[in-house]
Nanobody, 114 residues
Framework: VQLQASGGGSVQAGGSLGLTCAASGLNFRLYSMRWHRQAPGKQRELVAEISNGGSASYSDSVQGRFTISRDNVRRRLYLQMQNLQPEDTGVYYC?????????WGRGTLVTVSS
């Protein structure tokens, strides 16, 4: 299983960014997918999750600002982020549990300045 996140960058507070995670090595449509982030000096935290059926859930800190989605044909996971705030700064990772293992992609850095 390989996961590759992309789309990070630097924005000012109030701006928007879209992240993409490309997945390979698994039957993508069968698995729930997640976005996590890790802020400097903090533990990694779950940001959003989408089930194989398309049901989405979010952490309280991003609810109403972030949207997770997926394209099962292209095997892509997305995270659309709006009204970004400095506390959203961190490295964003996609991950999946596959055959009793957890796989993490290389993260993508999001930096939000005030």
């Amino acid at each position: 299983v390989q996961l590759q996140a992309s789309g990070g960058g630097s924005v000012q507070a109030g701006g928007s960014l879209g992240l993409t995670c490309a997945a390979s090595g698994l039957n993508f449509r069968l698995y729930s997918m997640r976005w996590h982030r890790q802020a400097p000096g903090k533990q990694r935290e779950l940001v959003a999750e989408i089930s194989n059926g398309g049901s989405a859930s979010y952490s309280d800190s991003v609810q109403g600002r972030f949207t997770i989605s997926r394209d099962n044909v292209r095997r892509r996971l997305y995270l659309q982020m709006q009204n970004l705030q400095p506390e959203d700064t961190g490295v964003y990772y996609c991950n999946v549990d596959h055959r009793e293992r957890t796989f993490w992609g290389r993260g993508t850095l999001v930096t939000v300045s005030s």
